[in-house]
């Protein structure tokens, strides 16, 4: 059987907005500093605090978006993009799109947005990103920004540095991981059936202690 190649990653140099491209991602990081929100949660159960990745999710998401735009002149300094606007879209891959206002047709790039709470219960974050990397451009993102209440218990959410990574080769990584699991599955499930049990006395030789 043929070694899976491993994914390249390959960044949009190539591409017309591929400044802008940049630009966007410098504004990305730096989400942390300029991130606001109105959002107080008071009087919740320690037992109960787990649940708030759910709850607040879509409306850290939100804010996300809402603090992108108010970073306008991080990611169009010279004003070419002022008629563009990102936009977070429901139920559809990518979550957020920076996309022209005026007529809503042209997208420059798209983005996977997830909130991540740091005291969700789930022990390995899990971002529910299956998307194919057919349906992702080259200059797609996938961006993760874990928060957490600024009183631990109580307070108003507070964004830490975000995960980003390019949308396709997160997707091709992920394919080869599920594929490299099927596999070897496969193999434990071909060697267990092959083995009888129990082990004959003529094949227990290479367990017993030398003489």
């Known amino acids: 059987m043929s070694k899976a190649r491993a994914p390249e990653r390959r960044e949009p140099s190539d591409r017309t907005h591929y400044d802008l491209w940049k630009r966007v991602c410098d504004a ?24 708030l990745n759910t709850a607040l999710g879509a409306t850290i998401e939100e804010q996300v978006v809402y603090s992108l735009n108010a970073l306008r002149s991080v ?13 977070r879209q429901s139920q559809t891959f990518p979550d957020v799109v920076l996309r022209r ?24 974050p899990n971002f529910r990103f299956t998307v194919t990397p057919g349906c992702c451009n080259p200059w797609d993102l996938i961006v993760v920004v874990p928060w957490a209440l600024s009183n631990v218990l109580s307070g108003t959410p507070v964004a830490y540095a975000p995960f980003l990574e390019l949308a396709r080769y997160c997707a091709e990584t992920t394919q080869l991981l599920l594929a490299i699991r099927a596999r070897h599955e496969g193999e434990c499930q071909r060697h267990a059936c092959d083995r009888r049990w129990p082990v004959p006395e003529e094949e227990r030789s290479d367990c017993r202690p030398n003489a």
Do not use: C
């Open 28 to 51: 990305i990081r730096s989400l942390p500093d300029h991130f606001k929100t109105t959002t107080n949660i008071e009087g919740m159960l320690a037992t109960d605090i787990f649940t």
């Open 75 to 87: 990611w169009d300094p010279n004003k070419v993009y002022q008629t563009y606007a990102f936009i």
């Open 101 to 124: 206002k005026t007529d809503g047709r042209e997208i420059v790039m798209g983005i996977e947005l997830k909130g991540w709470y740091l005291l969700a219960k789930e022990g390995m």
